[in-house]
């Protein structure tokens, strides 16, 4: 890295990274600096964009980042209006603040600082974003299908080729991106493998093809050319949109009745944590996966509950019982007592008839009787406030 780029230093003292390029040795850093877009006060967005697409390109990013940058950049100069030279910290710090205060997710507002440093830090070599500081994201559990439901899915689906592709994303744990991209040629029927071709995010790997697909991929290779893509769009060479696919997924979810939130993804997610529970290595999955680091992959560890756990609950409450029962055993019935309910481990117990759920024919049956009755419920127990005094 050169002494210029060198002086460029993220806000807890680390050195910018330059731009990557995917290689056959991937991941491989630039060695030239890239720096090459030179502003001056004639440059306008139009012709600003032109020269940094063609640094991107240069770089080979995919056409799907080059968009989100058009896109990054266009609101910025909705928002400016005015020419890029003329953009300096202040204004990059007003705009973060703009979009911050409109509420817009954190992963928007991380993209945006992340792009206009790209652009204006390391392209441009203005450094006005340097102290721009990324704000921090959460690290939730994915959202995971049990074996019933990925099954009910899988069932689910209208087509031959909605079959398959619901089948790759589950038995393969494929990306949209990935899926979108498979070739015929890709297919290696002999080995039972299939040829996945990385992005920036994932590695280009082989992964085995399900027992279950192996037919129909094999019949498929035989009667279509080589370098034709799996998954055609509605006109010969394109491919199938992302948003095609995701639609496909919504559609089967919806038809098996999930009430889960069912992406392409989920379906990701949902084979490596059934990977893990049948007993595969973390380093084996991380492979299967393409992750760059073995850290993404312990995430799906969160993801499986230990066997044999049990909540002290259900102990004290088995617990409870036992003694009821050795008290029934050794007492007789009192007179006075014995049309009263027996004592459970609740005082008030939760049961459907204590909060009056709308599951019975007289109650309402709509949505918002529902939520209008727990609510109701839930607020005048646990929610009143307390009297001030005595």
């Known amino acids: 890295m050169t002494a210029m780029n060198a002086a460029l230093c993220y806000q807890d003292g680390r050195p910018y990274h330059p731009l990557r390029s995917i290689t056959a040795e991937w991941p491989a850093a630039l060695p030239q600096t890239c720096r090459t877009v030179q502003l001056t006060h004639n440059t ?3 012709a600003f964009w032109k020269q940094v697409s063609a640094v991107l390109q240069h770089h080979n990013y995919c056409a799907t980042t080059r968009a989100q940058y058009r896109t990054v950049l266009r609101g910025f100069y909705r928002y400016a209006r005015s020419r890029p030279a003329v953009t300096d910290a202040r204004l990059l710090h007003r705009y973060i603040q703009h979009l911050t205060a409109k509420n817009y997710s954190w992963q928007w507002v991380g993209m945006n ?4 440093r790209t652009v204006f830090d390391k392209i ?4 006005i974003a340097v102290h721009l500081a990324t704000p921090s994201r959460g690290r939730p559990l994915p ?6 439901e990925v099954r009910d899915i899988l069932s689910a689906a209208s087509s031959t080729r909605d079959q398959i592709l619901l089948g790759m994303l ?8 990935e899926l979108c991209a498979l070739k015929w040629g890709d297919v290696d029927t002999t080995g039972a493998t299939i040829q996945i071709t990385g992005n920036i995010a994932t590695r280009s790997r082989e992964h085995e093809i399900p027992p279950e697909l192996l037919p129909v991929l094999a019949y498929g290779k035989q009667r279509c050319n080589q370098s034709d893509l799996i998954f055609q769009g509605r006109s010969a060479g394109t491919a199938l949109s992302t948003r095609m696919v995701e639609l496909i997924v919504r559609r089967a979810a919806a038809a098996c009745g999930c009430l889960k939130p069912v992406t392409a993804m989920t379906l990701r997610h949902s084979y490596a944590v059934h990977c893990l529970e049948n007993g595969r290595s973390i380093r084996a999955l991380q492979k299967a996966l393409g992750h760059l680091s073995v850290k ?3 995430l799906y ?3 499986i509950l230990p066997p044999g756990t049990e909540s002290p609950l259900d102990r004290l409450k088995r617990g409870n019982r036992q003694t009821q029962q050795a008290l029934s ?4 019935p009192d007179a006075n007592t014995a049309g009263m309910p027996k004592t459970d481990l609740f005082q008030n117990p939760l049961s459907l008839q204590a909060i009056e759920l709308p599951f019975t024919d007289q109650a309402e049956t709509n949505s918002a009787g529902f939520y209008s009755l727990l609510k109701t419920h839930i607020i005048g127990r646990f929610l009143c406030r307390r009297r001030a005094g005595p």
């Open 329 to 332: 055993v050794s007492r007789e």
């Open 301 to 303: 560890q969160r993801c």
């Open 170 to 177: 589950y038995g393969c744990g494929l990306k949209v991106s």
């Open 296 to 298: 993404t992959t312990m």
């Open 113 to 116: 600082i992340s792009i206009l």
């Open 143 to 148: 959202e995971i299908l049990n074996r019933a």
């Open 124 to 127: 441009a070599g203005r450094s």
């Open 44 to 46: 306008d967005w139009a």
